[in-house]
């Protein structure tokens, strides 16, 4: 793996897209539930389920709603009776955890992320994009947006999450969070563009190998 390589192709993708910052609701819960509520469903019908929350979006308002209410609010999502099993369970733990994200500052990465994957619903994925925009920890988040990128740029050989990320997390540790965010964001989105134009030019994107 040539770190300059894909540093460039991140920062060339980062000035094509333009600064992103789509997680930052003013109610973090907001984009914390979101998590939730895009998986195996498109951000249209994510966005129309979360709307549906609007007046319940505190961990107080979700834990008393009912449970078929919430599923009747989530519905436009799709499984909307597992993710009501999944947000309910969520914003539990995080009650019980204090219900203040400045709680969590002094957990270590490893140890929260560990704690994550309890969660019913939270697979590697998902804990790392909470990790990456709910706790602020720089970590990278090597989805298949990410993988399939890497491979046609011959940025990488890995074929799975976990090989991905272990390769990609050293990258992050001279820039800032900011930045780790949004190339997870430019990733994604260049990822969209590319899944609705196969034949779109990526010449741009890698600068050639250095020889051998």
């Not at 697979?123 to 090597?142: H, N, P, S, W």
């Not at 969070?177 to 260049?190: G, K, M, N, R, Y």
């Amino acid at each position: 793996m040539n770190r300059t390589r894909i540093i460039t192709t991140l920062e060339r993708l980062r000035r094509h897209y333009g600064e992103q910052r789509w997680w930052c609701q003013e109610n973090r819960l907001a984009d914390w539930v979101s998590m939730i509520l895009i998986q195996q469903t498109t951000q249209q019908n994510a966005e129309k389920a979360l709307a549906g929350l609007a007046d319940v979006l505190t961990p107080a308002a979700l834990v008393a709603l009912p449970l078929d209410a919430l599923q009747a609010r989530i519905r436009p999502a799709g499984f909307y009776k597992q993710k009501s099993v999944y947000i309910k369970e969520l914003v539990q733990w995080f009650i019980d955890k204090g219900g203040d994200l400045a709680a969590f500052t002094g957990v270590p990465t490893a140890a929260l992320l560990t704690e994550l994957l309890t969660l019913k619903g939270v697979g590697q994925e998902t804990a790392d994009a909470m990790l990456l925009y709910i706790f602020e920890r720089k970590v990278f988040i090597a989805d298949r947006y990410a993988l399939r990128l890497f491979q046609r740029l011959g940025l990488s050989t890995a074929g799975d999450y976990s090989t991905l990320r272990a390769e990609c997390m050293p990258l992050l540790d001279d820039v800032s969070l900011h930045t780790a965010q949004e190339w997870h964001a430019v990733i994604d989105e260049h990822g969209k563009a590319f899944r609705k134009n196969p034949q779109l030019d990526e010449s741009w994107l890698c600068p050639p190998a250095s020889p051998a």
